[in-house]
């Protein structure tokens, strides 16, 4: 009986064996479609598990831990880096699924900066507001970061009101003084294959060129001084930008020597400091000086006259009110008709043509209204007659003074 059925036995071993196998491949199978194995260019949230000097080890659901090390770990910026706690979770990027050594490679930084990349794209099909800080600057523009990456704002597209309060010929002038300003931006364009990624605050800025000079104006004051830049000339004056309002500084205002046209002495885009010397806020004017902020030539000049004072003139013109003479090479004086002659006239060239050198008497010194006033018939007048002598015996004494002078250097030396 036990001889018959032992061949029985012997068959169903492998059979046995068979089963075992396939049971145990089930079980690894199983096993395996429970790990959620890392994918390369994936994203992950995982959990740090130990932080030694070198090396990260993040827990992203496999049997052992992904590392950061190497240049992924050195690209940590050390700001970010000391921030990092055992049992924080983190984004990281799988570089690598399984290295020569079976561990899976991590990078942060990467994860961060993809992140960061998604949400530029958001952005812009978006059309949103992306609120930041201006971190720094270049020749063309800000650099300002979204996310992990550093975006750049044109010039072109930096606000209005920002770009009227740059000054300067060099990009540090213009821009070095707002690094660390908070601003809203659009994000305009995307481009990850260049690492491209331009920002727009105008975009984002919804004032415009009138509400901004509105609320300019609201700010002027009559008398202060402010900083502008040269925007366009004409015949009758230059416009000046002030904080992104233009203001206009006549013709009269620009110097004090007697100009044609304003492209003597200014440019456009030049820097100019100017007053505020009428505000209409009905009409949304400004009016600005460039030459009260200099010294009055004419100031210095009308000095040497005193009221009293006889002077040599030569006659510029005639009028029908009076004639007017030159006492220095800029400065003339106005001999009103009634100041010419002891006798009635109809007008001044019954007495004087011009060209004429004659003596005059100063009786009028108008310093605020450069305005010096003339006689001609008070030349010899007797009211005067004590100024007269004291100016006479200065000369007398300058005289005297020069002559000892002189014999003094006859002398023979001893």
């Not at 790990?35 to 992950?44: C, L, M, T, V």
Request: aromatic share 4%.
């Amino acid at each position: 009986m036990d001889q018959n059925h032992a061949p029985l036995e012997q068959e169903t071993q492998p059979e046995n064996h068979q089963t075992e196998n396939n049971n145990m491949a089930s079980l690894l199978e199983q096993e395996g479609a429970m790990i959620d194995f890392p994918q390369q260019g994936e994203i992950r949230t995982g959990m740090i598990a130990s932080i030694a000097p070198g090396q990260i080890l993040v827990s992203v659901g496999t049997k052992s831990e992904g590392v950061i090390s190497g240049k992924e770990y050195e690209a940590i910026p050390r700001e970010e880096l000391d921030e990092l706690k055992v049992g924080m979770e983190i984004p990281v990027y799988v570089v690598n699924p399984e290295d020569s050594s079976g561990n899976v490679v991590l990078s942060y930084v990467r994860a961060r900066e993809e992140a960061s990349w998604k949400e530029a794209e958001q952005l812009l099909a978006s059309k949103e507001t992306y609120h930041s800080k201006i971190i720094g600057y270049n020749k063309g523009g800000l650099i300002v970061p979204v996310g992990g990456l550093r975006g750049f704002v044109p010039a072109s597209q930096v606000s209005l009101s920002r770009r009227a309060e740059s000054s300067g010929e060099t990009p540090e002038q213009r821009w070095s003084k707002m690094i660390g300003e908070e601003i809203d931006v659009c994000v305009i364009e995307v481009d990850r294959e260049r690492r491209r990624l331009i920002l727009s605050e105008r975009a984002a800025n919804t004032e415009t060129r009138e509400t901004i000079k509105e609320r300019v104006i609201d700010s002027l004051q009559e008398g202060e001084v402010r900083t502008g830049k040269v925007t366009s000339l004409a015949d009758f004056g230059a416009f000046v930008n002030i904080s992104g309002a233009d203001g206009l500084v006549h013709l009269s205002e620009i110097s004090w020597d007697r100009i044609q046209h304003p492209s003597e002495v200014l440019k456009v885009g030049q820097e100019v400091k100017v007053k505020i010397i009428s505000i209409d806020r009905e009409k949304k004017r400004i009016g600005l000086s460039i030459r009260q902020l200099q010294k009055d030539p004419w100031l210095e000049k009308a000095s040497r006259y005193q009221v009293g004072q006889l002077i040599e003139g030569t006659i510029t013109r005639l009028t029908k009110f009076g004639a007017f003479a030159r006492i220095d090479d800029d400065v003339e004086g106005l001999i009103h008709i009634s100041e010419i002659s002891e006798k009635r006239i109809e007008h001044p060239k019954e007495v004087l043509k011009e060209g004429d050198v004659v003596t005059l008497r100063v009786i009028k010194v108008d310093a605020e209204n450069h305005r010096i006033g003339l006689s001609i018939r008070r030349v010899e007048s007797m009211a005067y007659a004590d100024l007269d002598w004291m100016a006479l015996e200065e000369v007398l004494e300058e005289d005297d003074t020069e002559e000892e002078s002189e014999q003094s250097s006859d002398k023979p030396a001893e």
